[in-house]
């Protein structure tokens, strides 16, 4: 057994001997993880945690080109931060690494002894992003239920074929163990479902390695063999995305205002008890405008709700929110989480009567407006004193209107 390892190793030495000098980028993403042997795991290759974790029984099987492309799939997926970084909620551990599979197949598929998953095995399109792809593929697989047990899902299955072909395919050629022998240490090693289950076992949310990554992609000069179309990928992940958590929990920091009122518990600061002193009371009137034009989707506007039910979490005793299309609608005071809600309008949509609502009322500090943003800008009136925040019901959304929304106020996208 440890002959075996020592042999692994040496591949592993070679492979990143020859990084050195031609795969920059890769040998400094191999170089910041540390190289360790797990054979209890069910899949070649795994990363996560600050390690790579390798299955010498299984890396025994495959030739040393087999191995180095294993091993360059594992340093895309952590340049790509998948393993440190945005880790959808409440996704199961197999779906995480189809997800990835899929975002990485999405921009290159030329790959001689890997065979990832792709978009098309789910019924899914292409060059969308990691948490995009593992939610959906989440979805099907509970959708599937003992059924997908097997092959991840029944438009997984092409996967799980193709997969197991290729490990048979990369089998070492001048092995000494007999073909017999070989078939029954994969089939008692190998089991696909467990396999892309525990490849992602590891990842979890690690802001040190996302910063350590970061480095070595700003760093990078000379990108090797990875392709234009992962590089693009890659430096793009290095911009930071924007939790609207932290948006809103800032917002309402800059929307606090202060009230005075006078006590005679308090001692005046110039004549004592002589006089009432004075208790300054922190507090936020926000307006939250929630666009229910024909556009915005029910399952958006539920995520906008859901949002809106948050704010109780940021010290916000209460929230006017007001529903609007073309029209201001019914303003209504929220003192606790809702979980029912009427949705009334659906027409068309107008921001200015939101505007001009929050300028005639004068009572408020901060105006919330939630959207798609497929509407003509609104034109701010002279000396309008809310804060405005926009919060876009998608990624594409945020793109196509951040720019004149920043002119009016913050912009921030929620992740459907």
Known sequence: MKKKQKKEENVFQRIAEHWFLSEPVLFATYCSHHLKPNSSIACTMRTGKGCIEYNPELTNLLTEQAIEENLKVEMIRILLKHPYDRQPKDCSAMACTLGSDCTLSSYYDNWKYVNLAKPSDFQLPEKEYFEWYAINIDKLIKKEGTSSEGNSSSNGQEASEREEASEGKNLTKGDTTTEEKNDSVMTKTYDYAKAKAEQSALWEEDELMQISINTIIENAKNWGT???????????????????????????ASCISMRRTL????????????NMGSIYRYKTNLLVAVDVSG??????????YSVINRFFHYGI???DVMQFDCAAGEVKNIKKASHKIEIFGRGGTDFQCVIDYAQQAKCYDGVIIMTDGYAPPPVLPPHFRPHLLWICENEDSYKQHHEWMEKLGRACTINL
Do not use: C, W
């Not at 308090?266 to 004549?271: G, H, I, L, Q, S």
């Open 263 to 274: 006590t005679r518990m308090r001692p005046n600061r110039r004549t004592g008890f002589q």
């Open 295 to 304: 556009s915005v989707t029910s399952k958006t506007l539920a995520h906008f």
């Open 317 to 319: 005793e209460n929230i």
């Open 226 to 252: 990875i392709p234009g179309n992962l590089v693009e990928q890659i430096i793009a992940s290095t911009k930071a995305r924007i939790d609207y958590r932290k948006v809103i929990s800032g917002f309402r």
